[in-house]
């Protein structure tokens, strides 16, 4: 699956963006998505992620009642919408995808090594 990630751009801090996650090349509903950053300087870092069937959402402590992920699968296309941003979610975004297996504990989706497919980033600046 090909993923391509759009959206970003500068926002002032206290404004709100809205990522979309486009796929193509397979079933996007067989696939957990996720997102995540990686700020200058810093490691790439769990966002949010979204299960195939967007029953279930998981989200990193620092962006939990402020980023909602939601997913579209007749649309192919998953969306992150950040509110409420602060200089500290400068960072570029990336979306992938993941085949999940069977069973899976609570915490797969939180590493990015759980996911198969990624797209390029999309680059989030918040000014303060």
């Known amino acids: 699956v090909q993923l391509q990630a759009s959206g970003g751009g500068l926002v002032q801090a206290g404004g709100s963006l809205r990522l979309s996650c486009a796929a193509s090349?397979?079933?996007?509903?067989?696939?957990?998505m996720g997102w995540f950053r990686q700020a200058p300087g810093k490691e790439r870092e769990f966002v949010a992620a979204i299960s195939w069937s967007g029953s279930s959402s998981y989200y990193a402590d620092s962006v939990k009642g402020r980023f909602t992920i939601s997913r579209d699968n007749v649309k192919n296309t998953g969306y992150l919408q950040m509110n409420s941003l602060n200089p500290e979610d400068t960072a570029v975004y990336y979306c992938?995808?993941?085949?999940?297996?069977?069973?899976?504990?609570?915490?797969?989706?939180?590493?990015?090594?759980?996911?198969?497919?990624w797209g390029q980033g999309t680059q989030v600046t918040v000014s303060s």
């Open positions: 090349g397979r079933t996007f509903s067989s696939y957990g």
């Open positions: 992938a995808a993941s085949v999940p297996p069977t069973y899976y504990s609570n915490n797969y989706y939180y590493t990015g090594l759980s996911y198969d497919y």
